[in-house]
């Protein structure tokens, strides 16, 4: 099971690893050296009933009811459904709600959002945004990819999830479940320039290099201007030894990379290979 550091977790959050150390002293988490996703979920639950209102001692005395009630739960921060009625907290289960004392809460009219998880509040959009920040950092892919899981949740054509995806388990040498995604995003937008390329990559890489090309040409159909897509067919006619067929492509992509230097490095190495 992926374990995460205190720093971690708190840059995640955007607070300060101290609160999380005050969070432990007053019970509201266990004292731990490293966090499970299950742990970041009761986080972000008590960071929610935060918002809404909801203060520390109340969250406190929740807890202890709700262990009282249900010792049986390991962490019901995580495993119960909550709403925030007014300045009241209520627990959620098989469609009845209750406040800690067990009272059950009667409440026809209330439209007020249940507390789940980490992201009932979130948009599709916004668990991708939150996805492409945690997959820049090695130590949170686990959790990056719980977000791109959640966009498909939330909207199953959302076809740069599942690009992302394949990308993670690319990244990871997962090249089966990187394949089943951008198979999974062509099929539901082949027309997507970012979906062609990135599965010609890994075509590239088993060597499938006919197949490759066919998707490195195809993005390049989709999206003329695809600088990445004109270097990599380029090198890849030259790895098969097809030379001719890479220089249009190395020259479409002198023509649009704005980077001088880079400009120069591919123009001494065209020159240093007519020198052969």
Not at 29 to 47: A, C, E, G, Q, R
Not at 97 to 116: A, H, M, R, V
Not at 139 to 165: C, G, H, K, R, S
Request: hydrophobic letters at 40%; aromatic letters at 12%.
């Amino acid at each position: 099971m992926k374990k995460f550091k205190r720093a971690s977790v708190a840059k995640i959050f955007g607070i300060c690893p101290s609160r999380l150390y005050y969070w432990e002293k007053v019970h509201l988490i266990k004292p731990k050296n490293s966090y499970t996703f299950k742990d970041l979920v009761s986080i972000k639950t008590i960071l929610i009933l935060r918002k809404r209102g909801i203060s520390l001692q109340k969250i406190r005395y929740l807890l202890t009811q709700i262990k009282k009630r249900m010792p049986y739960l390991r962490s019901p921060l995580a495993e119960l459904k909550f709403e925030v009625i007014g300045k009241k907290i209520c627990i959620s289960q098989g469609g009845v709600k209750f406040d800690p004392d067990g009272q059950i809460y009667l409440d026809f009219e209330s439209e007020t959002p249940e507390i789940k998880s980490v992201g009932d509040f979130l948009t599709a959009e916004e668990w991708f945004e939150r996805g492409c920040r945690l997959s820049a950092t090695p130590e949170t892919i686990p959790i990056a990819e719980e977000a791109y899981l959640q966009v498909l949740n939330l909207d199953n054509t959302f076809v740069p999830a599942m690009i992302n995806l394949g990308n993670l388990y690319y990244l990871q040498g997962k090249s089966q479940q990187a394949a089943m995604w951008y198979e999974l995003a062509l099929k539901r937008d082949p027309e997507s320039p970012e979906a062609h390329f990135n599965y010609a990559s890994l075509l590239a890489e088993r060597e499938d290099f006919e197949e490759a090309i066919s998707h490195y040409q195809m993005a390049i159909v989709l999206k003329p201007d695809f600088l990445e897509a004109h270097y990599n067919l380029a090198l890849l006619y030259e790895r098969i030894g097809n030379p001719l067929k890479a220089l249009p492509h190395w020259e479409a992509y002198l023509d649009m990379c704005p980077d001088e230097e880079e400009k120069k490095r591919i123009r001494d190495y065209l020159k240093s290979k007519k020198e052969k």
